[in-house]
């Protein structure tokens, strides 16, 4: 929410979106989200921009093996730093700004090769679908019901604070306020 709420255009593209799929007289179901793309193009870009976890679950190298160049001897500790992959400008063209567009259109499962908030390999959280969807499913829903703004003029300050979880330095506040066409789906108290 903090990203969008700093790019108004993109949170506007997004409730364009859902109001063009999903309409004025249903809300978002979790089988929608599928139906999404600029969706999750906005949760791709969130989760490569805001990483959870900066530094992967350590691996063991089970064999010798070469990696990046480098000579890694078997049973070495690995440490994948997914903060510094995420915002590397080899990777990323304009890697500390939010755009969504990215993930569109033809390169986009390359790009999305290089998004590892949920670790890699066969080692990667089993939970890393669920999450998304449900990702999806809320941010949808949050965008698709409420009209939101800043607290104030000021861009929100997306400072990373301490700890391995990387949580925002400020914490978020915003308004919100139910949008009109959605006023006879969601419950007044």
Known sequence: MANLLNNSEKLKKAQDEIDFVIGHDSL?????????PYLQCIILETLRLNTTAPLLLPHVSSADCTI???FVPRDT??????????????????????????????????????????????????GAPLAQQVM???LGLLIQCFDWKRVSKEEIDMT??????????????????????????????
């Open 28 to 36: 978002l179901e979790e089988s929608d989200v599928s139906k999404l």
């Open 68 to 70: 990046g160049g480098y």
């Open 77 to 126: 500790i690995v440490m994948v730093n997914a903060w510094a992959i995420h915002k590397d400008p080899q990777l990323w063209e304009d890697p500390l700004s939010f755009k969504p567009e990215r993930f569109e259109g033809n390169g986009s499962e390359k790009q999305q090769k290089l998004i590892l908030p949920f670790g890699l390999g066969r080692r990667a959280c089993p």
């Open 136 to 138: 999806g499913w809320t």
């Open 160 to 189: 990373e604070g301490l700890g391995t979880i990387m949580p925002k330095a400020i914490p978020l506040e915003l308004m919100c306020k139910v949008r009109p066409s959605m006023e006879k789906l969601v419950p007044k108290d």
